[in-house]
């Protein structure tokens, strides 16, 4: 059993994975547009990462006998400038969304809900993984340049991403 508080944030959360989903699809689409189809893969591939963790926190609500309550997702807010651009945008998007988590964390916490707080963990760790894949790449664009000659071997290499549902061991 999960309390108000608990439940509102969730649900909020919901929508801010699926918000993320959104975002990257719309970064997909815009870097198959210029021709960047490897950055339109790692892209899309992580737009259904961000659908897996909004399914994942649904599925915990209906484990609780909890209410889902799901709200409109926004139109994503990227400035499609270049990929060094974009990928700036989205290292600060998840800062947010690491952020948001913690948030969660720390309610469950005051609430003592041990259960919740649990199940939180994982996205913790999810959220440091993400953060150091993005920086990654980012790194990757400032020190080798965003020139035609490293950008394609940039582009070729986020192509070879695959996807893989990962979820908590226990969902
Ligand atoms: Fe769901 O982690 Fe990104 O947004």
Redesign the pocket.
């Known amino acids: 059993m999960i309390g108000e508080n608990v439940k509102e944030i969730l649900n909020e959360q919901i929508n801010?994975?699926f918000y993320?989903a959104y975002l990257y699809l719309a970064m997909s689409g815009y870097l198959s547009e210029i021709g960047l189809y490897g950055f339109s893969r790692w892209a899309e591939i992580?737009a259904r990462?961000?659908i897996d963790?909004g399914m994942i926190v649904f599925e915990y609500l209906i484990r609780q006998n909890s209410r889902t309550e799901l709200k409109g997702v926004e139109t994503p807010k990227l400035k499609f400038g270049s990929p060094q651009e974009i990928f700036e945008q989205i290292y600060e998007?998840?800062k947010t969304?690491t952020e948001s988590i913690n948030n969660i964390a720390k309610l469950t916490e005051n609430e003592c809900d041990l259960a919740t707080r649990k199940f939180i963990d994982w996205y913790l760790d999810?959220?440091i993984e993400?953060e150091d894949n993005i920086h990654r790449i980012l790194k990757k664009m400032k020190n080798f340049g965003t020139e035609k000659a490293s950008l394609y071997l940039i582009d070729k290499e986020l192509g070879e991403r695959k996807y893989s549902a990962h979820f908590p061991t226990n969902s």
Do not use: A, D, P
Request: glycine share 0%.
């Open positions: 801010k994975e993320s992580q990462e961000e963790h998007h998840e969304i999810e959220q993400e």
